[in-house]
Each structure stands twice: as structure tokens, then as C-alpha cells.
């Protein structure tokens, strides 16, 4: 890592008052700053957060409410910003990341690389069926909004983001506040051309066995995100093709 690039990781939280502060402790041997986001726990979790934020290099950011992953992330994102963080990684408070496998996503960072890092998943035995095939719906989809395999699994919650780039792209286009969040920023990222890097990472299911996907809502609105990015897609089919068919005449 150079000198100049100052990462932390981004830990979004709502109600694993059993499994967060485990996975913290497997945070430390990366030796970058902490930022915790209450996305409107339940007292219980509010404790654990509010005793894990006395640890050193450690901060807590409070949502008064429960408002969603995306929300929480833009939350943690804005805070890493102005405690003046060049990135962020993201990592789910439910411990079904491998620690060992984070570091490469901190190697070799400098303050100005605004490559967004991207984990696809290499899941253990504990994967449920249903989502392991259920995600390649929506890896067609990503794949067909973009014209191209730059990414490999968007649904992985763990990310590198560039902060300030990141939050730039937010002002303009939000991406949602709950579940459709993970998918969409990439998606964008993809069409204003920016570096993407897809890195793997070991997921087992998880330390605490708590989902707070609600099936209607989420699925809803992860619908309707992909008919947006698909007519998005449609709008900037022309700008697509060139930059594929360019991409195709740089590998031969």
C-alpha cells in the first residue's frame, strides 16, 4: 500500500449483535480504520456497537432509523470522506467473508486509483442451493445492462470504493437505499467507463444465521431496478457497442 492512500473498512450493521464484533476482531490484521454504521439496530446491537467503537480507530456512524444496506453504506461512505479516507472497504457484518482473503483488495492502492475493487464469491458447502442458482438471473442481467463480463458477481458484499469517486457518481445517480444498491453502483461504474477489478473471495453462511432480505419488498425493487438499467442500457446502446467493439480489436 502507498503512502499516501489512507483506506478504512466499512462495516454496514442492522441487528448481528452475535457475529460484528467477531468479525471485527478478524479485521485487525489488516491494520486500517474501522467505520461501523447503526443502520437503525435494535438496542441490543446498539450496545455492541457502542462498546466496539471505544476500541481504537474505530468509529460509529448512527442512522436514527433502519433505512437499508445502500443507505448504510452512503452513510459510511460520506463519513470515510470527511474523516478524509481515500477508500473503503466494505465488508458485511455477518462474518461470511473470509478475512485472509481481504488483503489483496488494499494492495498496492494510491490515493488517486479510482479503480472499484469487486469480491466474487467461492462459497463453501453452507451455501443455500436457491441462492447460489438464483444469483445467475441477476449476473444475466448485469451482464446484458453492461454489453459485457467486466463483472463477475455484483451481489458480493465486499467492495473497494474509491470514497471520493464513489460519493460523486452517488450525487448524481443515488442507486437505491436497500438491497438494489449493490448491483446498481457497479453497473454505473461499468457504463462511465471506469477500471473495474474482480478479486475472489471464500463465503460460508453466516456466523449468525440472521437474513434481512424481506422477499416482496426486495424483490421488488430489485425488479425495477433491472428494467431501469436495461432501458438505461437501451439509451447508451450506440456508446456500448463502440466500446466493445474497441475492447474486442485491443485483445486480439
Known amino acids: ?10 462495516i454496514p450493521v442492522y441487528n448481528h449483535a452475535e457475529a460484528v464484533g467477531r ?8 491494520s486500517v480504520p474501522v467505520i461501523l454504521v447503526d443502520d437503525g439496530c435494535e438496542p441490543a446491537c446498539a450496545e455492541v456497537l457502542d462498546r ?10 448512527r442512522l436514527a432509523r433502519n433505512r437499508g444496506k ?10 470515510a470522506q470527511r474523516l478524509g479516507f481515500t477508500h473503503a472497504l466494505q465488508v458485511d457484518a455477518d462474518g461470511q467473508h473470509d478475512a485472509d482473503d481481504l488483503p489483496p483488495f488494499l494492495a498496492g492502492l494510491d490515493a488517486h486509483d479510482e479503480t472499484l475493487r469487486i469480491g466474487y464469491p467461492r462459497f463453501d458447502a453452507s451455501v443455500p442451493r ?11 442481467l448485469v451482464w446484458l445492462s ?7 458477481d455484483t451481489m458480493c458484499g465486499v467492495k473497494l470504493y474509491p470514497v471520493a469517486a464513489t460519493n ?13 444498491f449493490d448491483t446498481e453502483l457497479p453497473v454505473r461504474w461499468v457504463w462511465a467507463e471506469r477500471a473495474i477489478e474482480n478479486l475472489p473471495v471464500r463465503v460460508s453462511y453466516p456466523l449468525d444465521g440472521v437474513s434481512h432480505f424481506a422477499m416482496w419488498r426486495d424483490n421488488r425493487q430489485l425488479t425495477f431496478m433491472h ?25 486480439r
Not at 1 to 10: E, G, K, Q
Not at 70 to 79: S, T
Not at 130 to 140: D, I, N, P, W
Open 52 to 61: 466496539l467503537a471505544d476500541e481504537p480507530q474505530t468509529h460509529l456512524v
Open 227 to 251: 428494467l431501469r438499467l436495461l432501458a438505461g442500457m437501451l439509451r447508451r446502446l450506440p456508446r456500448l457497442l463502440r466500446r466493445h467493439a474497441r475492447l474486442t480489436r485491443s485483445t
Open 70 to 79: 445502500g443507505a448504510a453504506v452512503k452513510a459510511g461512505l460520506r463519513e
Open 146 to 152: 453492461t454489453l459485457s463480463f467486466a463483472l463477475r
Open 168 to 180: 460523486r457518481l452517488i450525487a448524481r445517480h443515488p442507486c437505491g437505499d436497500r438491497m438494489q
Open 130 to 140: 436457491h441462492r447460489f442458482y438464483a444469483r445467475y438471473l441477476t449476473h444475466s
Open 23 to 30: 468479525t471485527c476482531a478478524r479485521l485487525r490484521h489488516l
Open 1 to 10: 500500500m502507498h503512502d499516501n492512500a489512507r483506506p478504512c473498512v466499512l
